[in-house]
């Protein structure tokens, strides 16, 4: 019988990378070591992540020899999903590198930014709606961005070399 390996389990902030690279040349959204230079590093600006998942919808194929109703795979989607950044007091934050309607990509470096050995994964984006969270309270102004994924992530892809 086979085994799952024991995974080695980490923490993630300190860890995760996230990234928006403004290009990737390749269809398959392979991004070079470049492209990765070439974008910005937002990791240190994240207070919050939503969705970012890609979900299955499930299709229903009930028959009329069972009271059980069977399913089967059907369409693939990305959850909504959005990214709330700090904000600086001039706005010189991440708001001059995703206005409204800026295409690129969101990259994540879940384990880091391991070159050959990580994986990441890449998220083409446009940047939907750029919000204000203002509070009342014990806490520091945000700008939530909601993206609009535009195509199939590339999921789980190896991470370059320098």
């Known amino acids: 019988m086979a085994t799952l390996n024991k995974s080695t389990r980490f923490f993630q902030p300190e860890v995760s990378k996230v990234f928006f690279l403004p290009t990737i040349a390749s269809a398959v959204l392979a991004a070079t070591r470049a492209e990765i230079t070439a974008g910005t590093d937002v990791s240190g600006e994240i207070a919050d992540l939503s969705g970012w998942q890609v979900r299955a919808d499930m299709i229903a194929t009930p028959d009329l020899a069972s009271r059980f109703v069977s399913q089967?795979?059907?369409?693939?989607?990305?959850?909504?999903?959005?990214?709330?950044?700090?904000?600086?007091?001039?706005?010189?934050?991440?708001?001059?590198?995703?206005?409204?309607?800026?295409?690129?990509?969101?990259?994540?470096?879940?384990?880091?930014?391991?070159?050959?050995t990580g994986k990441m994964d890449v998220y083409p984006v446009e940047v939907a709606a750029v919000g204000k969270a203002r509070s009342t309270g014990d806490q520091a102004l945000q700008v939530t961005i909601d993206y609009a994924i535009t195509r199939p992530p590339a999921e789980d892809v190896a991470i370059p070399a320098a």
Not at 90 to 99: F, I, S
Request: a neutral charge; glycine letters at 12%.
């Open 72 to 116: 089967i795979a059907g369409r693939t989607k990305a959850e909504q999903s959005s990214i709330t950044f700090y904000a600086d007091k001039t706005a010189n934050d991440v708001r001059t590198v995703m206005p409204r309607g800026q295409v690129g990509y969101i990259v994540f470096m879940d384990g880091g930014d391991v070159a050959t």
